[in-house]
C-alpha cells in the first residue's frame, strides 16, 4: 500500500498533537515546519495552563467599549493598536457581531466542553507515556480584590456547572489556605474562584516530547520547510508549494496558527483568524525556599503567575497589533507589575534584569471558536483559530479533527467548530 502520507503544517503544539494523533493510528504523516525547531513560536513561552474553566472568548458583550478606550490606555488588558485597525475591519466587524450575549454564551459552552474533553486526553496522555514537561495537578485559582468583581466569573462558572465544570468559591481565608504565599496581601484579596481540575505545564517542553512520540510510531517531521502556497486541481487539494518545491498529497491539515489564513487563502478558503499579541516573562527561581505552588489568574488583568517546576511565568494580556512580534517592556512590566502586588515580599528579592520577556500571536476566530474539520476544498483540513486555549485544546482538537479524518464518531459535537460554517 502507497499511501501518500498526510502532510500537517505547522510544528506548533496543533500541529505536534496532530502529527501525534495521526501516526498513533496508523495514519502516515509528515510535519512541515517552517522554522528550524519545534514550538518556537506561539507555543515557546505561553501562559502554561490547561484550563476549560476559562473557555469564554474575549469578544464578551460590552467589547466595544473596552477596546476603544483601550487604544490610549498603555495599561489595558486587552489593547487596541491604532496602526492594526486597518487589517481588522472585515474580521473587526464579525468580532464585534458576534459578542451579543447569546453568540458568546454558545461560543463559551462549546469551548469548554472541547477543553474538558481536551483536558481529560491530556492526563491520559501524560500517564500513558510518561511526559515530562513541568506539569502540575493543583488547578488553578482566580482572585478579586472585590466581591462585586466576582460576579461575571461566578455568573459564567455557574452556567457551566451542569456541562460538568467543577468550582469552589472561597472567602479570604480559604483563598490563603490554598496559596499561603498570597498571605502578605491578604486584605487587599475578598476572594477566590479555585477550579480544581485545571492543569499547567511548560507547553514547549510537551511538543517536544510528544513530538519525539510521534517521530517514535513512525511520524516525519521536516524542519526549515517553509509552504509558500497550497496546491489543488480544482475543488481537490493536491499537495503544497515549499520553498524546496511540491510535495504531493492529497490530504492537507493547517495547524500553523495565524499564519493558516493566508495559506487557505492560496486556494479560495477565507479563515476568519487574526493575530493577538501575548507576552510572558519568567524567572528562574532556583534557590528560593518558599514560591508559589497554585498558578494564580487576575481575571480583570487576563493575566496569571505560574509556577513551571523551579521557573515563575507571568503570561497574559492581548494586544491587536498586526503581525508584530517586538517585545515591548511597557507590557513587560505590566506582567512584572501583577507579580509585585500578589506576593510584594518575593518580588523584592528577584533580580529582574533576569527575566526573560517573549511575545507570540495567538490565533482569534471572529467568533471565538476554533476551526477544525475539513474545508469546502476536498482534502484540505484546519486546525487553527484556537486563540487563548491552544494549548488548553490542543491534544483533543487533535483527536476530534482525526476522528473526522478517520470516519469515526467523534465525543464532542464538531459543529461549532466546523470551518464551512464561514463558507
Known amino acids: 500500500m502507497n499511501e501518500k502520507p498526510v502532510i500537517v503544517v505547522g510544528g506548533g503544539l496543533i500541529g505536534v498533537t496532530t502529527l501525534y494523533e495521526l501516526v498513533s493510528r ?14 518556537e513560536e506561539t507555543s515557546f513561552a505561553n501562559g ?11 469578544n464578551g458583550p460590552g467589547v466595544l467599549g473596552h477596546l476603544l478606550s483601550s487604544v490610549f490606555d498603555p495599561h489595558s488588558a486587552m489593547k487596541l493598536r491604532l496602526h492594526a485597525i486597518p487589517g481588522l475591519s472585515i474580521w473587526g466587524l464579525q468580532f464585534l457581531r458576534n459578542a451579543s450575549k447569546d453568540r458568546h454564551r454558545a461560543a463559551t459552552q462549546a469551548n469548554y466542553l472541547l477543553s474538558a474533553y481536551s483536558k481529560y486526553l491530556m492526563d ?4 500513558r507515556l510518561d511526559l515530562d514537561y513541568d506539569s502540575s495537578s493543583l488547578g488553578t485559582m482566580k482572585v478579586f480584590p472585590t466581591e462585586e468583581a ?43 474562584l479555585r477550579f480544581p481540575d485545571d492543569g499547567s505545564g511548560d507547553a514547549h517542553l510537551f511538543a517536544l516530547a510528544i513530538a519525539q512520540q510521534a517521530v517514535a510510531a513512525g511520524g516525519e517531521i521536516r524542519t526549515g520547510v517553509s509552504v509558500r502556497r497550497l496546491l489543488a486541481d480544482g475543488a481537490r487539494i493536491t499537495g503544497v508549494e515549499t520553498a524546496e518545491g511540491p510535495i504531493q498529497g492529497s490530504r492537507v491539515i493547517l495547524a500553523n496558527g495565524v499564519f493558516a489564513p493566508q495559506l487557505a487563502l492560496s486556494v479560495g478558503v477565507r479563515l476568519p483568524i487574526k493575530p493577538a499579541k501575548g507576552y510572558s516573562a519568567t524567572l528562574d527561581m532556583t534557590g528560593f525556599k518558599e514560591v508559589p505552588k497554585v498558578p494564580i489568574i487576575d481575571d480583570a488583568m487576563h493575566a496569571a503567575v505560574v509556577p513551571l517546576g523551579t521557573r515563575l511565568r507571568f503570561a497574559g494580556t492581548a494586544e491587536f497589533t498586526g503581525y508584530d512580534t517586538q517585545i515591548r517592556q511597557d507590557r ?22 533576569q527575566m526573560q ?34 494549548w488548553t485544546m490542543a491534544v483533543g482538537s487533535a483527536a476530534l479533527l482525526v476522528d473526522l479524518m478517520s470516519c469515526e464518531r467523534p465525543r464532542v459535537d464538531v459543529m461549532p467548530f466546523s470551518p464551512r460554517r464561514i463558507s
Open 26 to 39: 496508523n495514519i502516515p504523516a509528515v510535519l512541515l515546519e517552517g522554522r528550524n525547531g519545534l514550538a
Open 48 to 58: 502554561g495552563m490547561l484550563t476549560p474553566s476559562m473557555p469564554d472568548p474575549w
Open 150 to 192: 466576582m460576579g461575571r466569573p461566578i455568573a459564567i462558572a455557574e452556567m457551566l456547572k451542569s456541562l460538568g465544570l467543577r468550582f469552589e468559591i472561597l472567602d479570604r481565608e480559604e483563598t490563603i489556605k490554598v496559596e499561603p504565599q498570597l498571605g502578605n496581601v491578604k486584605e487587599k484579596i475578598a476572594g477566590a
Open 124 to 127: 491520559e496522555l501524560r500517564g
Open 332 to 353: 513587560v512590566d505590566n506582567l512584572f507589575g501583577l507579580f509585585e502586588r500578589l506576593y510584594p515580599d518575593l518580588a523584592v528579592k528577584v533580580d529582574r534584569n
Open 357 to 390: 520577556g517573549w511575545a507570540g500571536l495567538r490565533p482569534i476566530s471572529a467568533d471565538g471558536k476554533a476551526f477544525i474539520g475539513e474545508s469546502r476544498i476536498e482534502g484540505l483540513w484546519i486546525n487553527a483559530g484556537h486563540g487563548h486555549l491552544g
